[in-house]
């Protein structure tokens, strides 16, 4: 089955350690996301990319950092910079087409951080 | 920049009663809308979108949204609701073309009563 995978569905880790979070597609879409969910907060973009080797900063990028190697996987890495980590992650991948219609964003099942 | 308001936090509707979440979105050209459900703990399904034509636009599991440019508006729709339709679902924007990250609004959560 086609998909997107993030492991693990649970982490908990110690204040001052960093962590990185798992995503995998096999939907072989060039576009992947990482989106923040906090109650009452609706979902906030942390970092995506478009192209392998590539990404860009969203709205709250202070405290992650992300890679793109390989087409498939985009891991989240949580710093012990960010302030309040724990929270709900959702990665995301979206297929792009040069006409740039009928695209839609595809999600895993979430990752829920607990920092103790 | 684009952005989404979803004005109602929590809904709550008896079941086999209608149904109408609001959205209104803010984007200076044509938007590309959505509607995402997510039930507790798990990730985002896609119900409908909308990129250009008919601005009734059918979604999944009886769902339906209309697209109006005047109000800057997205409203989702479900004539009779089930007591499975009970979760929290968001509003999404992406301008732009191709692959741009979707904007969402801070969901609203349906709740059914008998």
């Known amino acids: 089955d086609g998909g997107i995978t993030q492991s693990p569905k649970y982490l908990f880790r110690k204040e001052g350690q960093n962590v990185t979070l798992s995503c995998e597609q096999n939907l072989n879409h060039d576009a992947m996301y990482w989106y923040r969910q906090d109650p009452g907060q609706g979902l906030r973009l942390i970092y995506y990319s478009q192209i392998v080797n590539d990404f860009q900063k969203g709205d709250i990028a202070e405290g992650y950092s992300v890679s793109r190697e390989k087409k498939e996987s985009f891991p989240l890495t949580v710093t012990s910079a960010q302030k309040n980590p724990t929270a709900f992650y959702l990665c995301?991948?979206?297929?792009?087409?040069?006409?740039?219609?009928?695209?839609?964003?595809?999600f895993g099942q979430g990752t829920r951080l607990t920092v103790v | 920049a684009q952005s989404v308001t979803q004005p109602d936090i929590h809904i709550t509707v008896s079941e086999g009663a209608s149904l109408e979440l609001r959205c209104n979105y803010s984007?200076?050209?044509?938007?590309?809308l959505f509607w995402y459900v997510q039930s507790p703990g798990q990730g985002l399904q896609l119900l409908l979108k909308y990129f250009s034509g008919d601005t009734l636009v059918q979604g999944i599991k009886g769902f339906e949204a209309e697209f109006k440019r005047s109000q800057s508006s997205f409203n989702l729709r479900k004539p009779s609701v089930h007591w499975s339709d009970a979760a929290e679902y968001f509003c999404?924007?992406?301008?732009?073309?191709?692959?741009?990250?979707?904007?969402f609004g801070k969901g609203t959560r349906l709740s059914v009563i008998a």
């Open positions: 995301a991948s979206s297929d792009y087409r040069h006409n740039y219609l009928d695209t839609e964003a595809f």
């Open positions: 999404a924007v992406a301008g732009g073309s191709g692959n741009t990250p979707l904007v």
């Open positions: 984007y200076g050209a044509t938007p590309y």
